[in-house]
């Protein structure tokens, strides 16, 4: 039998030990519970997210290319006489109408080339009223040398003549008259038909000399024309609508015709180019509506039209060049500008479209989330044409199906979300 000291070593062995299966047994409760609390702290928290669903609908077609804007005209003012630069009117923007003044040159001599040249034409004019006075032509009367006043009186005395000598003709026959008062009477005609003659061809020489005068007016008045013209060079205007691109010319400068004061260009309406591929010429017509972007009105169309074909494809590139001519009369697009153009075609086609802000692009790749039992689905897709906000994806989605418009850049594919 054991003794009362080892009864008392037996139970405070079997206290110790039934202590130590308790503290162990709270332990791993407490172990269990931190392994817990870890887990529900790794587990990452709902992304909150706003969805739309993907629709379905007939979408016009249109073709796409690329282009720089163009003047619709374009023009480089030079003058057409030398000269030195006397007055500027416009700046590089200027708005300018045509006959509007550029430049303006020193004028004075070419002033004084046209005074000179009005002094000459009043010169052959009072030249010529001398000469028409010499034979009493009146001004506008047509020339008739028998009514010249010495002509007039040569031929009423030798028609005086003429008939005394047919007098005399018959009156020798009779035998009143002597052979010799008739042969007197016949060199009296004689000598009268000549006078008559002679102021006939001083009345035609004379009538010579106003036609002589007359020319000389014709030509001094050409000579003033020309002179006037050339005035008129002295004011160098736009010969365009449109605006001041570059101005070259400065106060003071000499400028020959060789060398240009002001570049001009029209821009409105503005012209694009771009090539289309051989096998869309048949659906690309000469008045078909056309739209254009910029990269500095990337939300905002600008509406035109096809206005010409080329008439030959290119054998090199096998593409068709075609210009468009696009309403600028905001002033808001600009020469010079790269835009992207769409040519609207007549067909439609069913598209898939999705908001523009759901799509993610990144490396040149895009990507969209579809919202399936409250998780994220990631999808790699293909973009096709924009309609407003939304845009067409071709390969990817189906139509109704959700997706995330928000949060993208939270998401990641299986993540759970809540709307």
């Given at each position: 039998m054991l003794s009362k000291r080892n009864l008392k070593l037996a139970a405070?062995?079997?206290?110790?030990?039934?202590?130590?299966?308790?503290?162990?047994?709270?332990?791993?409760?407490?172990?269990?519970?931190?392994?817990?609390?870890?887990?529900?702290?790794?587990?990452?928290?709902?992304?909150?997210?706003?969805?739309?669903?993907?629709?379905?609908?007939d979408?016009?077609?249109?073709?796409?290319?690329?282009?720089?804007?163009?003047?619709?005209?374009?023009?480089?003012?030079?003058?057409?006489?030398?000269?030195?630069?006397?007055?500027?009117?416009?700046?590089?923007?200027?708005?300018?109408?045509?006959?509007?003044?550029?430049?303006?040159?020193?004028?004075?001599?070419?002033?004084?080339?046209v005074e000179q040249a009005a002094t000459q034409v009043e010169q052959a004019k009072a030249a010529v009223r001398q000469a028409e006075e010499k034979i009493g032509l009146k001004p506008g009367q047509t020339f008739d040398p028998n009514r010249v006043a010495e002509v007039a009186a040569a031929k009423a005395t030798f028609d005086l003549a003429e008939k005394e000598l047919r007098r005399a003709e018959k009156l020798i026959e009779s035998g009143d008259v002597s052979r010799s008062f008739y042969d007197e009477q016949r060199a009296r005609r004689d000598q009268l038909k000549e006078q008559h003659d002679v102021a006939l061809a001083q009345a035609r020489q004379n009538y010579a000399a106003v036609e002589v005068a007359r020319t000389n007016v014709a030509n001094a008045q050409s000579q003033l024309a020309l002179a006037r013209k050339n005035l008129s060079y002295a004011l160098i205007v736009s010969p365009i609508d449109g605006f001041v691109s570059e101005r070259t010319a400065d106060l003071g400068?000499?400028?020959?015709?060789?060398?240009k004061v002001a570049t001009v260009v029209r821009?409105?309406?503005?012209?694009?180019?771009?090539?289309?591929?051989?096998?869309?010429?048949?659906?690309?017509?000469?008045?078909?509506?056309?739209?254009?972007?910029?990269?500095?009105?990337?939300?905002?169309?600008?509406?035109?039209?096809?206005a010409r074909i080329a008439p030959n494809v290119s054998a090199e590139s096998r593409t068709l060049t075609v210009e468009a001519e696009i309403d600028n009369s905001s002033g808001a697009l600009k020469p010079g500008q790269f835009a992207t153009v769409r040519i609207l075609q007549e067909r439609t086609e069913p598209a898939v479209l999705v908001p523009s802000r759901a799509i993610v692009t990144e490396a040149g790749v895009s990507r969209l989330f579809v919202i399936k039992d409250g998780h994220a689905e990631q999808r790699v897709v293909q973009l096709g044409q924009t309609e407003g906000d939304l845009i067409e994806v071709k390969s990817g989605i189906a139509a109704d199906e959700q997706v995330a418009t928000s949060g993208l850049e939270r998401l990641s594919d299986g993540v759970a979300v809540k709307q």
């Open positions: 405070l062995v079997l206290v110790l030990i039934i202590a130590g299966i308790l503290v162990s047994s709270c332990g791993g409760s407490r172990a269990n519970s931190r392994t817990e609390e870890t887990a529900a702290a790794n587990t990452p928290a709902a992304v909150e997210v706003t969805t739309a669903a993907a629709i379905k609908r979408l016009p077609r249109f073709f796409e290319a690329t282009g720089s804007l163009a003047g619709d005209q374009q023009t480089d003012v030079a003058p057409q006489t030398s000269g030195k630069v006397a007055a500027v009117g416009v700046e590089i923007g200027s708005a300018v109408r045509r006959g509007q003044m550029l430049v303006k040159l020193d004028d004075a001599e070419l002033t004084l080339k400068e000499y400028v020959s015709p060789q060398q821009t409105n309406p503005l012209r694009i180019r771009i090539d289309i591929p051989e096998q869309a010429i048949p659906e690309v017509k000469v008045g078909q509506s056309v739209s254009i972007t910029t990269s500095a009105w990337p939300d905002k169309n600008f509406s035109g039209h096809v």
